[in-house]
Protein backbone atom coordinates (compact mmCIF):
# COMPACT_ATOMS: atom_id res chain seq x y z
CA UNK A 1 0.00 0.00 0.00
CA UNK A 2 0.95 3.19 -0.96
CA UNK A 3 1.63 6.01 2.06
CA UNK A 4 0.17 9.11 1.05
CA UNK A 5 0.34 10.66 4.39
CA UNK A 6 2.60 13.61 3.63
CA UNK A 7 0.23 14.71 0.70
CA UNK A 8 -3.09 15.20 2.91
CA UNK A 9 -4.62 18.53 2.54
CA UNK A 10 -3.59 19.34 5.89
CA UNK A 11 -0.26 18.67 5.50
CA UNK A 12 -0.35 20.69 2.10
CA UNK A 13 -1.80 23.74 4.55
CA UNK A 14 1.16 23.06 6.88
CA UNK A 15 3.69 23.05 4.07
CA UNK A 16 2.60 26.17 1.84
CA UNK A 17 0.28 28.04 4.60
CA UNK A 18 -3.88 28.95 3.85
CA UNK A 19 -5.19 30.10 0.85
CA UNK A 20 -7.77 32.20 0.35
CA UNK A 21 -9.91 34.30 -2.04
CA UNK A 22 -8.13 37.72 -0.42
CA UNK A 23 -5.29 36.93 -2.16
CA UNK A 24 -7.09 35.65 -5.61
CA UNK A 25 -5.56 36.47 -8.78
CA UNK A 26 -7.12 35.87 -12.35
CA UNK A 27 -4.71 34.90 -14.96
CA UNK A 28 -5.40 34.82 -18.53
CA UNK A 29 -3.09 32.21 -20.63
CA UNK A 30 -3.08 30.90 -24.04
CA UNK A 31 -1.77 27.61 -24.15
CA UNK A 32 -1.40 25.27 -27.29
CA UNK A 33 -3.13 21.14 -28.03
CA UNK A 34 -2.33 19.76 -24.39
CA UNK A 35 -0.14 22.44 -22.43
CA UNK A 36 -2.48 23.35 -20.19
CA UNK A 37 -1.92 20.71 -17.85
CA UNK A 38 1.66 22.23 -17.30
CA UNK A 39 -0.02 25.78 -16.27
CA UNK A 40 -1.99 23.70 -13.68
CA UNK A 41 0.88 21.69 -12.26
CA UNK A 42 3.15 24.94 -12.00
CA UNK A 43 0.38 26.58 -10.26
CA UNK A 44 -0.32 23.55 -7.71
CA UNK A 45 4.10 23.01 -6.99
CA UNK A 46 3.50 25.92 -5.91
CA UNK A 47 0.94 25.63 -3.62
CA UNK A 48 -1.80 27.65 -5.29
CA UNK A 49 -5.38 26.61 -4.96
CA UNK A 50 -7.29 26.47 -9.13
CA UNK A 51 -10.95 27.82 -8.67
CA UNK A 52 -12.84 28.58 -11.43
CA UNK A 53 -11.03 27.91 -15.08
CA UNK A 54 -13.57 29.83 -17.90
CA UNK A 55 -12.55 29.31 -21.64
CA UNK A 56 -12.46 32.45 -23.54
CA UNK A 57 -11.82 31.50 -27.12
CA UNK A 58 -10.28 28.75 -29.24
CA UNK A 59 -8.52 29.22 -32.64
CA UNK A 60 -6.26 27.41 -34.72
CA UNK A 61 -5.27 24.82 -31.63
CA UNK A 62 -4.37 28.27 -29.75
CA UNK A 63 -6.63 28.12 -25.80
CA UNK A 64 -6.89 31.30 -23.75
CA UNK A 65 -8.30 30.56 -20.82
CA UNK A 66 -9.13 32.60 -17.41
CA UNK A 67 -7.83 31.33 -14.00
CA UNK A 68 -8.72 31.99 -10.52
CA UNK A 69 -5.90 30.96 -8.22
CA UNK A 70 -6.48 31.57 -4.36
CA UNK A 71 -2.62 32.56 -3.07
CA UNK A 72 -1.43 33.00 0.64
CA UNK A 73 0.14 36.66 0.62
CA UNK A 74 1.30 39.11 -2.57
CA UNK A 75 4.52 36.98 -2.44
CA UNK A 76 2.91 33.93 -3.59
CA UNK A 77 1.44 35.80 -5.94
CA UNK A 78 4.30 36.99 -7.92
CA UNK A 79 5.59 33.17 -6.85
CA UNK A 80 2.75 31.74 -9.25
CA UNK A 81 3.15 34.18 -11.95
CA UNK A 82 5.97 33.80 -12.59
CA UNK A 83 5.93 29.62 -12.63
CA UNK A 84 3.38 30.07 -15.06
CA UNK A 85 5.43 32.26 -16.87
CA UNK A 86 7.84 29.66 -16.93
CA UNK A 87 6.09 26.92 -17.57
CA UNK A 88 6.01 27.43 -21.00
CA UNK A 89 2.84 28.83 -21.80
CA UNK A 90 2.27 32.31 -23.07
CA UNK A 91 0.87 34.59 -20.03
CA UNK A 92 -1.15 37.48 -21.46
CA UNK A 93 -2.12 38.87 -18.44
CA UNK A 94 -3.11 38.31 -14.77
CA UNK A 95 -4.16 41.10 -12.18
CA UNK A 96 -5.00 40.80 -8.27
CA UNK A 97 -8.88 40.20 -8.38
CA UNK A 98 -9.64 41.84 -4.92
CA UNK A 99 -7.70 45.13 -6.48
CA UNK A 100 -10.08 44.30 -9.61
CA UNK A 101 -13.26 44.39 -7.61
CA UNK A 102 -12.49 47.43 -5.89
CA UNK A 103 -11.16 49.12 -9.33
CA UNK A 104 -13.44 52.18 -9.72
CA UNK A 105 -15.36 51.52 -6.32
CA UNK A 106 -18.09 48.37 -5.43
CA UNK A 107 -20.79 50.78 -5.49
CA UNK A 108 -23.44 53.22 -8.00
CA UNK A 109 -25.68 55.39 -8.67
CA UNK A 110 -28.72 54.17 -10.98
CA UNK A 111 -32.04 55.44 -12.26
CA UNK A 112 -35.33 54.21 -10.79
CA UNK A 113 -37.10 55.35 -14.36
CA UNK A 114 -35.77 55.78 -17.60
CA UNK A 115 -35.08 59.26 -18.95
CA UNK A 116 -36.40 57.65 -22.68
CA UNK A 117 -38.33 61.04 -23.92
CA UNK A 118 -38.69 64.17 -23.57
CA UNK A 119 -41.96 64.23 -21.36
CA UNK A 120 -40.13 61.84 -18.74
CA UNK A 121 -37.36 64.52 -18.99
CA UNK A 122 -40.20 67.30 -17.88
CA UNK A 123 -41.63 64.98 -15.07
CA UNK A 124 -37.84 63.73 -13.20
CA UNK A 125 -36.50 67.06 -13.82
CA UNK A 126 -38.07 70.61 -14.47
CA UNK A 127 -40.58 71.61 -14.60
CA UNK A 128 -42.61 68.79 -13.08
CA UNK A 129 -40.07 68.72 -10.17
CA UNK A 130 -40.92 72.14 -9.05
CA UNK A 131 -44.13 70.86 -7.87
CA UNK A 132 -42.82 67.91 -5.73
CA UNK A 133 -40.33 70.27 -4.56
CA UNK A 134 -42.91 72.81 -3.35
CA UNK A 135 -45.30 69.50 -1.52
CA UNK A 136 -42.08 69.38 0.32
CA UNK A 137 -41.37 73.06 1.20
CA UNK A 138 -44.94 72.61 2.68
CA UNK A 139 -44.49 69.99 4.54
CA UNK A 140 -40.91 68.21 5.01
CA UNK A 141 -42.09 65.50 6.12
CA UNK A 142 -43.23 64.26 2.53
CA UNK A 143 -39.27 63.95 1.96
CA UNK A 144 -39.92 60.50 3.20
CA UNK A 145 -41.88 59.35 0.59
CA UNK A 146 -41.06 61.56 -2.61
CA UNK A 147 -37.26 61.14 -2.59
CA UNK A 148 -34.17 58.36 -1.65
CA UNK A 149 -34.33 59.69 1.91
CA UNK A 150 -37.08 57.15 3.53
CA UNK A 151 -35.01 53.93 2.17
CA UNK A 152 -30.82 55.44 2.76
CA UNK A 153 -28.57 55.62 4.72
CA UNK A 154 -25.09 58.05 5.18
CA UNK A 155 -22.19 55.57 6.14
CA UNK A 156 -20.15 58.44 8.15
CA UNK A 157 -16.56 57.40 9.07
CA UNK A 158 -13.50 59.30 10.03
CA UNK A 159 -11.66 57.16 9.48
CA UNK A 160 -9.72 56.62 12.96
CA UNK A 161 -11.15 53.08 13.81
CA UNK A 162 -11.31 50.88 10.24
CA UNK A 163 -11.74 47.40 11.12
CA UNK A 164 -9.07 47.52 13.15
CA UNK A 165 -6.49 48.89 10.70
CA UNK A 166 -6.54 51.92 12.87
CA UNK A 167 -5.75 55.74 11.96
CA UNK A 168 -5.67 55.54 8.31
CA UNK A 169 -7.24 58.66 7.24
CA UNK A 170 -10.48 59.28 5.50
CA UNK A 171 -9.33 58.38 2.14
CA UNK A 172 -8.46 54.80 3.31
CA UNK A 173 -11.62 54.40 4.58
CA UNK A 174 -13.42 54.84 1.59
CA UNK A 175 -12.99 50.87 0.74
CA UNK A 176 -14.56 49.59 3.62
CA UNK A 177 -17.75 52.55 4.02
CA UNK A 178 -18.15 51.23 0.53
CA UNK A 179 -18.10 47.53 1.79
CA UNK A 180 -20.87 48.39 4.52
CA UNK A 181 -22.71 49.84 1.98
CA UNK A 182 -22.63 47.21 0.02
CA UNK A 183 -23.90 44.68 2.88
CA UNK A 184 -26.74 47.62 3.73
CA UNK A 185 -27.74 47.06 0.03
CA UNK A 186 -27.59 43.50 -0.12
CA UNK A 187 -28.95 42.28 3.18
CA UNK A 188 -31.40 44.99 3.97
CA UNK A 189 -32.31 46.18 0.73
CA UNK A 190 -31.39 49.84 2.13
CA UNK A 191 -29.12 52.29 -0.03
CA UNK A 192 -25.95 53.69 1.51
CA UNK A 193 -23.21 56.06 0.57
CA UNK A 194 -20.26 56.32 2.14
CA UNK A 195 -19.28 60.09 4.18
CA UNK A 196 -15.89 59.89 4.81
CA UNK A 197 -14.99 63.46 7.01
CA UNK A 198 -11.58 64.85 6.80
CA UNK A 199 -11.76 65.59 10.66
CA UNK A 200 -11.34 63.97 13.60
CA UNK A 201 -13.34 66.63 16.01
CA UNK A 202 -16.30 65.01 17.63
CA UNK A 203 -18.14 69.04 17.50
CA UNK A 204 -17.30 68.75 13.62
CA UNK A 205 -18.31 65.39 13.08
CA UNK A 206 -21.79 66.25 14.96
CA UNK A 207 -22.13 69.16 12.80
CA UNK A 208 -21.43 67.74 9.55
CA UNK A 209 -23.99 64.88 10.48
CA UNK A 210 -26.44 67.62 11.28
CA UNK A 211 -25.82 68.98 7.56
CA UNK A 212 -26.41 65.89 6.16
CA UNK A 213 -29.46 64.68 8.12
CA UNK A 214 -32.39 66.29 5.50
CA UNK A 215 -30.83 63.69 2.47
CA UNK A 216 -30.16 60.73 4.51
CA UNK A 217 -33.26 58.85 6.36
CA UNK A 218 -30.38 57.29 9.05
CA UNK A 219 -26.81 57.63 10.10
CA UNK A 220 -24.66 54.75 10.40
CA UNK A 221 -21.36 55.56 12.16
Known amino acids: MTDNSNTTPDSKVKKHGK ?11 ETIDNTFG ?22 DGKHAREIFVDCRNEAHQAEI ?16 AVYDMHAGGKIDVTCKAPLDSRDALSMAYTPGVGRVCMTIAHDRERAFDLTIKQNTVAVV ?12 GPEAAMPVMEG ?7 FGGVN ?3 ICLATKDVEEIIQAVKWLAPTFGGINL
Not at 82 to 87: F, G, P, R, T
Not at 180 to 186: D, P, V
Open 19 to 29: TGANYRINLRV
Open 157 to 168: SDGTAVLGLGDI
Open 180 to 186: KAMLFKE
Open 38 to 59: KVIEAIETCGGSVGAVNLVSSE
Open 192 to 194: AFP
Open 81 to 96: TDAVKKSGVTLKHWCD
